[in-house]
């Protein structure tokens, strides 16, 4: 493969992150994206994420992004103001320990898990774009880019006009795109998304699943065309990094053991 692999720490999200680190770079990763799930890092704890940037940097891993907090509880397109305050909150603080860390790219839905939003979709929308500004700024302040990741179709934003429109309200400098491969591939779209996005491209989180829900597979595991996604790539001229964005179960050597054929092949 031709971009530089990459692996999210979110492959053990049930760990805590510094268990992680050492077993990723045992199985030969050096790029890393930094999960953000609860049980996994708390990205309010400062001397920890100091600590985290230490450990990275002592074992020769480089944080490239991190996927900011995502959730029920983490929602800034909320119909309720204090939801909507708390979400931007927690968002702030990701910003900064991806600063602290040392990486570049801030991964973001344009939603949260909440699927009442198709009852007031046009409010919910205008609140998705107007969130988006407000963590475009703050990642401005601390030169960052803000990545807005493609959803799962039936998420705020995961119908490819709904997806267009809010790009359409960002500022373009500072502003990219992460397709996640297994979400546009859910939805039908995923070829056809990454010729839609094209130079917005700057991040692709790769996963396979089996078609009927976000598996969180290897690539090669499940049912996408791989060969249609490289060449797809390929066409928009895609120069970042291809990271891993699976999911693995037990242990933390366990979660991470079924990658080393898939490195092989690779």
């Not at 991190?66 to 939801?83: I, K, M, Q, R, Y």
């Not at 603080?93 to 898990?113: K, S």
């Not at 809010?166 to 992460?178: A, F, H, K």
């Amino acid at each position: 493969m031709k971009w530089e692999i990459g692996l999210s720490t979110g492959i053990a999200y049930r760990h805590p992150v510094e268990d992680v680190l050492p077993a990723i770079r045992r199985h030969g990763f050096r790029t890393i994206e930094v999960s953000t799930a609860p049980p996994h890092l708390d990205v309010a704890d400062v001397p920890r994420i100091r600590r985290l940037k230490e450990q990275a940097d002592g074992l020769g891993l480089r944080v490239h992004s991190l996927h900011a907090p995502f959730g029920h509880d983490v929602n800034f397109t909320s119909p309720e103001e204090s939801d909507r305050r708390y979400a931007l909150r927690r968002l702030t603080l990701a910003a900064d320990a991806l600063h602290l860390l040392g990486g570049g790219l801030y991964v973001i839905h344009p939603g949260g898990e909440d699927q009442r939003w198709v009852w007031d979709r046009e409010r919910r929308l205008a609140l998705s774009a107007e969130g988006l500004n407000t963590v475009w700024r703050i990642c401005q302040d601390r030169g960052l880019t803000l990545v807005v990741e493609t959803p799962l179709p039936h998420l705020l934003g995961g119908q490819p006009a709904d997806f267009a429109w809010i790009l359409q309200q960002l500022p373009r400098p500072g502003t990219g795109v992460c397709v996640d491969t297994s979400h546009c591939s859910l939805a039908g779209s995923l070829v056809a998304t990454i010729a839609t996005v094209g130079s917005r491209l700057v991040h692709v989180q790769a996963s396979d699943n089996r078609g009927q829900t976000d598996d969180h597979l290897p690539p090669g595991a499940g049912v996408i065309d791989w060969t249609a996604v490289t060449d797809g790539l390929n066409a928009v001229g895609y120069q970042g990094v291809f990271m891993l964005e699976v999911t693995g179960e037990g242990d933390v050597e366990s979660c991470l053991a079924g990658l080393d054929a898939w490195r092989g092949r690779a």
